[in-house]
Nanobody, 125 residues
């Protein structure tokens, strides 16, 4: 069983930065595709970024491309999301997700096996 725990959310002014972390339990992390999703009030959950097991390939949605960076440390079973130049539209609950034993990029919710509980990111104008 995999458990994912996000951290690093908070309140930040527009233009600021935050770094989200997602720590995974279990022994499958280094063989797993990982993703970051977000859900704003009244909106559907969307994928903002994804990364392959080796970290060699990444995906970003158009809304965050050039501002967010996904990375992972397989030795520490952790995936990160560095968020720079934050905007009020980035306000949402951010979730990490894991798909076991998949070597590729996944951007649909249904592609993932496990989810964290989410961390709130609020960007003030």
């Amino acid at each position: 069983q995999v458990q994912l725990v996000e951290s690093g959310g908070g309140l930040v002014q527009a233009g600021g930065s935050l770094r989200l972390s997602c720590a995974a339990s279990g022994r499958t992390f280094s063989y797993s595709a990982m993703g970051w999703f977000r859900q704003a009030p009244g909106k559907e959950r969307e994928c903002v970024s994804a990364i392959t097991p080796s970290g060699g390939y990444t995906y970003y949605s158009d809304s965050v491309k050039g501002r967010f960076t996904i990375s992972r440390d397989n030795a520490k079973n952790t995936v990160f999301l560095q968020m720079n130049s934050l905007k009020p539209d980035d306000t949402a609950v951010y979730y990490c997700a894991q798909r076991n034993y998949y070597n590729g990029l996944l951007s649909r919710q249904s592609d993932y096996n496990y989810w964290g509980q989410g961390t709130q990111v609020t960007v003030s104008s």
